[in-house]
């Protein structure tokens, strides 16, 4: 089994988003020289606009995937809240930006009171850990549009907004060869390689597939006071090749953790090959930073056990994603 066979085309996607992006880029002139100008191309976690005094805004948008379909087969919404807001977050902390605000878009086939509830539990618990306000949003009654699973679905979705300095964007520019990868470790799936794992687990399995998605931003709150970071990617839809988005040259990643249980599981019961596992799902690793080699141990020295980090390996020339796992080597 593989991503592609279950449904979802990475390709494609990448594709579809170069064919958009040729387009949208074009309306960036809209804004030149005004309040607004926008300040990357599109491509990363989270693009910027120039708000002046020096300052910048970073916009996420991002949903929850496939996971509403697991919510709801379980009949259990109270933990997609949480995911939705750490998507966004995640993003936001890739440029740079302290992640200020959310607004989020409800799409369902009828609208339940008590599971918009339940769903608006997650959002705080999210909201919360974030260190964000949830500040609106939309509601919207889609019988026609979405199905979902006994007549009743759900689709979750938001938009992240976070602030910083222009000279504090993190661009991956500074990445050289030689720099140390440090890996902080997820919950588990997170948000993403969902239609896979749906195929090939059986349903009394599901449970563990709504573990929340794991959110990072106090973590990088505090360690880009102290340290100089010159690259973060977090590891969602394509799993390890993330990484590639950052910067041009690649990754030897020789040290990277067990993977938990439920990635073990997923590949045993869909014979789903290694590099497969590596390019779909995080496999233990939520979210990379990429640091100079002496910060990386005075990081490790300090936070490893409280932030769950560790080094997973180092910057190379060649722009690809090298994995050893087993004795082997995988290329991504």
Not at 1 to 19: D, F, H, N, P, Q
Not at 220 to 246: P, V
Request: positive net charge; glycine residues 10%; proline residues 3%.
């Amino acid at each position: 089994m593989t991503y592609t066979k279950s449904g979802v085309s990475i390709e494609r996607e990448e594709l579809a988003i170069k064919k958009i992006k040729s387009i949208v880029e074009r309306t960036f002139k809209f804004r030149r020289k005004r309040i607004g100008n926008v300040i990357e191309d599109i491509g990363k976690f989270a693009n910027l606009i120039d708000i002046g005094n020096g300052n910048a805004l970073a916009i996420s948008m991002d949903g929850v995937g496939s996971k509403v379909l697991v919510a709801r087969e379980l009949n259990r919404y109270d933990t997609v809240g949480i995911d939705l807001v750490a998507m966004n977050v995640n993003d936001l902390i890739c440029v740079g930006a302290e992640p200020i605000a959310m607004v989020d878009y409800i799409g369902a086939t009828y609208i339940d009171p008590k599971i918009m509830r339940e769903i608006s539990i997650g959002m705080y618990e999210g909201a919360k850990r974030a260190g964000i306000a949830i500040v609106g949003g939309e509601i919207a009654t889609l019988p026609e549009i979405i199905k979902g699973i006994d007549k009743f679905g759900f689709d979750l979705v938001g938009t992240a907004i976070g602030i910083l300095s222009i000279n504090k964007i993190i661009t991956g520019d500074r990445i050289s060869p030689g720099d140390a990868v440090l890996g902080f470790r997820s919950s588990g799936i997170h948000s993403n390689g969902l239609t896979l794992a749906r195929r090939v687990l059986p349903k009394n399995a599901w449970v563990d597939l709504l573990v929340p998605t794991r959110i990072y931003v106090p973590e990088f709150l505090e360690l880009s006071k102290g340290f100089d970071i010159l690259g973060i990617a977090h590891i969602t839809g394509g799993g390890l090749r993330n990484l590639l988005r950052i910067t041009k040259f690649g990754f030897y990643l020789d040290n990277l953790p067990p993977p938990q249980p439920i990635f073990r599981r997923i590949q045993e019961e869909g014979k789903i090959s290694d590099k497969e596992m590596y390019r779909t799902f995080n496999m233990g690793i939520g979210l990379c930073m990429v640091v100079k080699e002496n910060d990386a141990e005075e990081i490790l020295k300090r936070y490893a056990r409280r932030f769950e980090i560790m080094k997973i390996g180092h910057i190379v020339e060649e722009h690809s994603i090298r994995i050893v796992r087993n004795g082997s080597e995988i290329t991504l």
